[in-house]
């Protein structure tokens, strides 16, 4: 898992220096584990650093994926960026136009960089050019774009490089860099690449946004186990990768975040304070002692609804005849959090076999939450997997985010909850989530 790579490297006898301070630094804030970035690789000699950024990168746990225009292979090999990307590497068009490789590589980037970029790919991205397959992807894509210039100073300084930068800027790309200093030919002055520290320093704060900025979020993930007697337990699939991607996301949008966890082999993600559990007993009193000051409760976790009325306190001999256990309801915590007089704003998850829209509808109004989070739970979707698609409902609306990884489906999650959060508060000026909002400094 990318993500493991990160905290495994920090233990790496020999690791470089700057490697180490950005992983250091990072460990508050590294955005970038399970990103997709696209790294666009054009023909200059810092190329060679960017074999070192694609190591960095896949270090802080994002997916990375490199695109050589054809100038690019004439300083670095597809083999180096295939072995540390463990991706395929696109080099230009296939044979098979009809691919459509450039429409998929840009609906697959979350963000692309092009590092180098050269003066050439500069001015050929300031024109909306799409004759390589880097120019396409760029021009094919809605993901942000950023470029990290390289060349030589002269023609750093030239009018129509400054003129193409300007062009870039304006409509929203963000250029990193040039740094100053000695190049390659000889001549010293601005125009050399940025460390490839510096720019996954940059490209980890551009996934960081203020949507929750200085609010407190309480997210329950994975399962929770109920005894029938001390080596047997009742429980459920739910690995937790759904609740720990939205704790991640709400911490990208700048809130404090606690996760109360059912067992799981996840680990805590960077930033998160995280309290472990195993029955619904104890998820139900870790949340509610999160609820004084909390402003947003998301209930991800796959809570039983029974539990054995009576465990047993010896494990339990195996008998021929068949057996019955007694089960008792246990409290919902979803909606004792709904029920509490100064409550957060509550957005519950659903997991259905079908009808998604009428029972999570059901499931929102009897629980008394704003939002309720639906999942198809089924064919490679809702527990366990990767993958998820979620239907989110609320009063008088709905909305579905489609099939995609669970960590962007989260971070889309958190952008409609955000859009929520925000209408309630106008619509009831000086109720609770209003006050809320200014209380936490972000
Ligand atoms: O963990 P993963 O493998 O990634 O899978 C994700 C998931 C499928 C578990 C997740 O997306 C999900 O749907 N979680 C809720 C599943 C569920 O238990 O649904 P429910 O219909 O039983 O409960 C509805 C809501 O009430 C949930 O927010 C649940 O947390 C809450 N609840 C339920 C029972 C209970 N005793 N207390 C609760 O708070």
Redesign the pocket.
Known sequence: MPGQLFDNALNQPGMPFPLLKVLVHSRAMNFLRGKRILLGVSGGIAAYKSAELVRQLRVAGAFVRVVMTPAASEFITARTFQALSGERVWCDWSDDRTAMEHIELARWAETILVAPATADTLARLAQGRADDLLAAVCLASNAPLAVAPAMNQAMWRHAATQHNVLVMQQRGVSVLGPASGAQACGETGPGRMLEPVELVEHLSASFANGLLAGLKVVV???PTREPLDPVRFFSN???????YAVARAAREAGALVDLVSGPVVLESPAGVDCVRVET?AEMHREVMARMADCDLYI???????YRPLSPAGDKIKKQEQTRSVELEP??????AVAALEQRPLCV????ETGRLEEYAQK?RIQ?GVEMIAA?R?GKGL????DD?ELLLVWDGGSCLLERDH?PILARRLIEQIAALYARLAKSKSGSKPVEHHAKHSA
Do not use: Q
């Open positions: 329950s993930a994975g699939r739910s690995s937790g990768k759904m609740g619904a209930g991800a976790a796959a809570v039983a609804d246990v409290p919902d915590i979803l909606a519950g998850f659903a997991a499931k629980k999942n739970v809702g527990f366990e997997t998820n669970k």
